[in-house]
């Protein structure tokens, strides 16, 4: 499947002012315009109508048809065939005007004007030659039109005009008068159209080999040949006979293109005088008569010269760059200043390309630099990665010794925890099993013996020595519950702490906070009652604190508990430890890290002390599970057969 090519639109040539499909534009607002006249005159002066008012609209919408849609059409033609269409319609025009004169009274017609308003737009609109063209054809039909009304071909149409004085014997001289104040006022238009479409065709053709200079600047990227493409491409476009282009990335300027009779001689660091006139003026300077001895350097570089050019190059924030001096052709006192402002613009493009070619090249030495450096890091890391790898392999013993220690005293920990837990299981057994069910079998035995004695003297020694019994039992029931609280088991971490302060011979006020959602696995448990238990032992033998604030809690994935109180407070050290002899906030630490959970303890002398412990849902080690041991309730009563059992 073949594709269809794009038809070439038509584009302005470089010599060409205004494109073609902006003339065809132009034209079509105008003959709108002469359509409006046409039938406003026909419309309000129904007496200057020799054709009806309907005649006169259909002829004008068929006249406007064509001149409507040539203007989209355009821009889909190729040159030759819009060329064509658009002169088709010139000629269409004059046969359109020329028969609405001809409606309205023919030479006499006020419409008449409306061929002095085409040839004028026209010539403006195309061009000089396009309007004489157009000139002769409207004069050409207007005459076939009026001799044709002498001759008796066409009849002339009763208009109020018809009847005025002039017809007859003066009609074919008022008819010539119209046809040579068409030409002259053709003539006038092309004359002033002429001379200015030449200058503003030459400035185009100028702009459109500056443009170009611009592109072949923009695609070279060495700094070298930019100052070069500027001076040759100004010296050919505007006629300069010798330039110069001063400039430098540093300070002194330098001689970057010459164009002359010889190769640029040698100049002296420094600036003339116009040269810094130029700079500190900001304008272009025009030096009529150069004094070598007032300016060496462009003396040297331009002798002999009657008039010269100075351009000071400038970046976009002010910054200096350079001079560019141009000797003009002749002994012209002046200069256009439209040719000065090209002059300036291109001059300060080149300027921005220039610099931007320094800065490229400056980034490229920067960039080799980088690379040499590059490749000695590179030489330098080969050797360091020997010495790292060597050292590395040195610390990865050093590290697996220290992982195996560190293991090694996890599994240590970890076993003592299991030992202690397992032993305070086996003791709170066998307390609750031998020691206790011996007190409180001898207790019932007195309370036997009590009630067969009748004196009172000994009922009263037996009461104290059941007293010192019941006590020795609640001491008993106790130390078990401290051994292994099965309230833990059974009801939880709130309960079991709520009844380890509630014995604790202790005067604190407690306040505890329960926002577990579910409670944790029963070794989880034991561990958090465990650092808890130690933390509140502190609190109870050293803070002197009145109140005591307990808060359980879930976050990240584990349980975290809070103890605040507001005792004495102190200084807590940087690593978790305890003082020799003693092992409460390094046991707190070691069995939270053990269970892979963390201890912090907040405190301040006189503020108080806070401890937060957190553990995983899931403990990293195994403690000893929590059995039910049963207990019995202070003041119960044990019968004899469950005591010898």
């Given at each position: 499947m073949k594709l269809a090519r794009p038809r070439a639109r038509s584009r302005p040539e470089p010599g060409e002012l205004v494109s073609l499909e902006e003339r065809v534009?132009?034209?079509s607002f105008m003959r709108a315009g002469f359509a409006l006249a046409v039938l406003a005159l026909g419309s309000f002066a129904p007496d200057l109508r020799g054709v009806s008012m309907g005649l006169l609209t259909l002829v004008t919408c068929v006249y406007l048809v064509p001149a409507l849609a040539l203007a989209?059409?355009?821009?889909?033609?190729s040159r030759e065939p819009a060329v064509l269409a658009s002169g088709a319609l010139l000629l269409f025009d004059g046969l359109y005007l020329t028969w609405v004169i001809y409606a309205t009274g023919g030479v006499e017609s006020p419409l008449r004007f409306l061929l002095f308003v085409h040839v004028v737009a026209v010539t403006l609109i195309a061009s000089s030659r396009t309007g004489l063209k157009v000139a002769a054809w409207n004069s050409l039909l207007l005459l076939v039109v009026l001799y044709a009304q002498a001759?008796?071909?066409?009849?002339?149409?009763?208009?109020?005009?018809?009847?005025?004085?002039?017809?007859?014997e003066h009609f074919r001289l008022f008819a010539m008068l119209n046809v040579a104040a068409l030409w002259a006022v053709a003539l006038a238009t092309a004359a002033f159209s002429s001379v200015n479409e030449r200058e503003l065709r030459a400035q185009k053709v100028d702009l459109h080999q500056l443009s170009a200079m611009v592109r072949e600047i923009d695609a070279r990227t060495d700094a070298a040949d930019i100052p070069r493409?500027?001076?040759?491409?100004?010296?050919?476009?505007?006629?300069?006979?010798?330039g110069v282009i001063l400039a430098s990335p540093e300070q002194d300027l330098a001689v970057l293109a010459y164009r002359g009779e010889a190769e640029a001689p040698l100049i002296v660091p420094g600036l003339d005088p116009v040269m810094e006139r130029a700079w500190k003026d900001?304008?272009?300077?025009?030096?009529?008569d150069l004094d070598p001895g007032l300016d060496p350097r462009l003396g040297a570089l331009f002798p002999f010269a009657g008039r010269l050019v100075i351009v000071p190059l400038f970046l976009?924030?002010?910054?200096?760059?350079?001079?560019?001096?141009?000797?003009?052709?002749?002994?012209?006192?002046?200069?256009?200043r439209w040719t000065v402002t090209v002059i300036e613009q291109f001059a300060a493009h080149a300027a921005m390309a220039m610099q931007n070619a320094w800065l490229l090249d400056e980034i490229r030495h920067r960039l080799e630099e980088n690379r040499a450096l590059q490749r000695e890091l590179m030489a330098e890391n080969m050797s360091l990665e020997v010495a790292v790898d060597e050292r590395t392999s040195e610390l990865s013993d050093?590290?697996?010794?220290?992982?195996?220690?560190?293991?090694?005293?996890?599994?240590?920990?970890?076993?003592l925890v299991n030992a202690q837990e397992e032993e305070r299981l086996r003791i709170a057994?066998?307390?609750?099993?031998d020691p206790v069910q011996k007190v409180v079998a001898a207790s019932m035995r007195l309370q036997l013996i009590r009630k067969q004695v009748q004196d009172p003297d000994v009922r009263a020694s037996l009461d104290k020595l059941l007293e010192s019994i019941r006590a020795s039992i609640f001491s008993l029931r106790h130390m078990i519950f401290e051994l292994h609280p099965s309230v833990l088991e059974h009801e939880g971490l709130a309960p079991a702490l709520r009844e380890h302060m509630a014995k604790l011979e202790s005067d604190l006020e407690l306040e505890l906070q329960d926002d577990f959602e579910e409670q944790p696995s029963s070794e989880t448990r034991v561990l958090l009652f465990r650092i808890a238990q130690e933390a509140l032992g502190n609190v109870r033998k050293h803070a002197r604190a009145k109140k005591v604030q307990v808060h359980l809690g879930q976050e990240d994935g584990g349980y975290k508990v809070e103890i605040r109180d507001d005792g004495v407070g102190f200084t807590p050290p940087q690593v978790l430890s305890s003082a020799p002899g003693h092992l409460g906030l390094s046991s707190m630490r070691e069995r939270a890290e053990l269970a892979g959970g963390w201890c912090k303890v907040h405190s301040l002398p006189d503020c108080g002390t806070t401890v937060e412990f957190w553990l995983p849902a899931t403990a990293l080690t195994s403690v000893a599970k929590i059995e039910p041991v049963e207990e019995i309730e202070p003041g119960a009563d044990v019968h004899l057969g469950a005591a010898a059992s």
């Open positions: 534009g132009s034209l989209p059409a355009v821009r889909t033609l001759g008796g071909i066409i009849g002339t149409k009763e208009t109020l005009i018809s009847a005025l004085p002039g017809q007859g493409i500027l001076l040759d491409k100004l010296c050919e476009v505007f006629g300069f006979t010798r900001r304008h272009t300077q025009l030096v009529k976009d924030r002010g910054q200096r760059l350079g001079i560019l001096a141009l000797e003009p052709p002749g002994n012209a006192d002046r200069i256009k050093s590290l697996r010794s220290l992982r195996q220690v560190e293991d090694a005293r996890r599994k240590l920990v970890s076993r057994g066998d307390i609750h099993d």
